[in-house]
T-cell receptor, first 113, second 116 residues
């Protein structure tokens, strides 16, 4: 059974701090690893990673995949209150053309003033 | 604007009743998905469909049924056989993966189903 584990489960930081969220996985056919941000209802896409060691970056957010360690990290620098959300990690293990994602339980991040 | 529309946002039903959740997309995506989210748990895949008139079971399909008669629509029926139907249901769609398509999922705003 495919499994995705995220840590920590929750985190409270002060505005301006840097945070690192972790994701590890055990899947039979790895295709890609994805990060989503869920603020209220609909998760929104952040990154898709397929190759080890190549950092994806978007503003203050960045992510990198380590296929040897079966893990990924999501970094957020200079956090803002708007970064407060649940961050979801998912792995696509489908060899077909549909995306069959297995999600972790998420990390709940709260950024305080 | 293109997007995924789920309705209703909130739904209350009595135990033993079937209920259908609506999901419509105008993104021209081929694939559509239904996920269930419970507090403290990740999203779990119920059903997915790659093309019209075809769909596959996900990890927790028991007690649910779907249809895909049109590319834009993928309704989910929660039947009385589902033991714990109270949950938050998310519909998603994606382009089919290929050499250029990345296949990430785009989500609707969700439906909260409460069975009394």
């Amino acid at each position: 059974e495919d499994k995705v584990v995220q840590s920590p489960l929750s985190l409270v930081v002060h505005e301006g701090d840097t945070v690192t969220l972790n994701c590890s996985y055990e899947v039979t056919n790895f295709r890609s690893l994805l990060w989503y941000k869920q603020e209220k209802k609909a998760p929104t896409f952040l990154f898709m990673l397929t190759s080890s060691g190549i950092e994806k970056k978007s503003g203050r957010l960045s992510s990198i995949l380590d296929k040897k360690e079966l893990s990924s990290i999501l970094n957020i620098t200079a956090t803002q209150t708007g970064d407060s959300a649940i961050y979801l990690c998912a792995v696509d293990s489908n060899t077909g053309t549909a995306s069959k994602l297995t999600f972790g339980t998420g990390t709940r991040l709260q950024v305080t003033l | 604007d293109g997007g995924i529309t789920q309705s209703p946002k909130y739904l209350f039903r009595k135990e033993g009743q079937n209920v259908t959740l609506s999901c419509e997309q105008n993104l021209n995506h081929d694939a559509m998905y239904w996920y269930r989210q419970d507090p403290g748990q990740g999203l779990r895949l119920i059903y997915y469909s790659q093309i019209v008139n075809d769909f596959q079971k996900g990890d927790i399909a028991e007690g649910y049924s779907v249809s895909r008669e049109k590319k834009e629509s993928f309704p989910l029926t929660v039947t009385s056989a589902q033991k714990n139907p109270t949950a938050f249901y998310l519909c998603a769609s994606s382009i089919l993966k290929g050499t250029v398509n990345t296949g990430e999922l785009f989500f609707g705003e969700g439906t909260t189903l409460t069975v009394l």
